[in-house]
């Protein structure tokens, strides 16, 4: 694990924005594209707000970049709460990127049927693996200590097949569509970004050995390639030293 501790919120957009372009031209470099899976919240939207600026410095060919998510609130695409409209206002209408490179998880009409098509399309992208092996994963953490679309006690944290899965939560009461804890994990890189006095208590028992991290989503997080974390002074509030080795 890898952490980098940023003193607020702005500081930690940047370096998160700088970590999602550097891992990109490096992958494009060595295999000529990079598929990156996006989050939804509002810690990952300052983040996206950056990379347009950070992207032309460096001269990352957005051409080369696959867009796809790793979970949606069952909405239409346009909908104030999509995941999809909010990377598009964030930073995807303001880079030159294909629309084809762009892969939006639709589930409004039916979860079970948008899940489904969802892992097709997965399947067909990352075929013969498998599980989905993404360059790279973005999450967020809830103060329930969910990830992605992956909450507490929902029967998503069960699946060990399926690469997508439609989710209930009964306390937001609606449904939506996420990445399975085994696609997840297939990652070559996950990105954790928390922000907030709000994420601290489950930020620390979610890193904190011996802490009660069994019941967390966000714990079960262990991918076969590199975790990092960007966390700003807030959230990592709580931790002691043994939670951030590296920071
Ligand atoms: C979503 C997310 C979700 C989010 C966390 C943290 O669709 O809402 O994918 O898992 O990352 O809830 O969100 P914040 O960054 O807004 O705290």
Redesign the pocket.
Known sequence: MKFQILPDPEALALAAASFICDQAIGRIAQAGRFSIAL??????ALAYQQLPGLAQERGLDWSCVQFFW??E?CVPLHHPQS?YRMARESFLDQIPVPTDNLYPMACEDDPGAGAERYEELLRSYFADQPFPGFDLIL????EDG????LFPDTPILEERVRWVAPVYVPRLASWRISLTLPAINSASVIAFLV?GQQKAESLKRMLEPGSQAANLPAAHIQPQGDLHFFIDRSAGSLLGQSATPSA
């Open positions: 989050s939804g919240g509002s810690t990952p790793g979970d609130r995941n999450l967020g953490l809830g969910h990830t992605a679309s922000s």
